[in-house]
């Protein structure tokens, strides 16, 4: 579904379930995810969705994780530990080994292990 087709829903109230899964859900957040859900929930159009006490409930949220999110990588970059930085920024780079794999292969053999797994789960069927 796209923005567009999610504004043409009409406003969204947040129940307090909402708001504790969304809490503890932006606590997982990277730097990277954290921009573009922030860039998300503030799109012009999508914002006309939510609940003026929602959205500031969310940004407010997403204000926290940033400064956890700066906190640690302050904390890794005076170490002068890049890789760590990075992982705060970009998040973990794949959690299985097969993932890991896929991210070392070369480009073209990258996209065929990614549709085997997603053939192996049963995504396509």
Same mark, same amino acid.
């Given at each position: ?45 999508? +914002?006309?969705?939510?609940?003026? *006490?929602?959205? %500031?409930?969310?940004?407010? =949220?997403?204000? &926290?994780? $940033?400064?956890? @999110? ?22 973990? +780079?794949?959690?299985?080994?097969? *993932?890991?794999? %896929?991210?070392?292969?070369? =480009?073209?053999? &990258?996209? $065929?292990?990614? @549709? ?10």
């Amino acid at each position: 579904m796209t923005i567009w087709e999610v504004a043409q829903l009409g406003k969204v109230k947040m129940t307090d379930e909402d708001r504790a899964y969304f809490k503890e859900g932006v606590k997982t957040l990277c730097g990277t995810e954290l921009i573009f859900a922030r860039n998300m929930i503030n799109d012009k159009d999508l +914002r006309k969705q939510f609940d003026p *006490e929602d959205l %500031s409930f969310m940004n407010k =949220e997403l204000g &926290r994780q $940033a400064g956890e @999110i700066w906190k640690r990588l302050l904390r890794a970059l005076k170490k002068h530990d890049f890789a760590a930085a990075e992982e705060v920024i970009r998040g973990k +780079r794949g959690g299985s080994s097969e *993932e890991k794999e %896929s991210m070392e292969a070369p =480009e073209g053999e &990258r996209g $065929a292990a990614d @549709i085997d797994r997603a053939t192996a789960a049963g995504i396509f069927e």
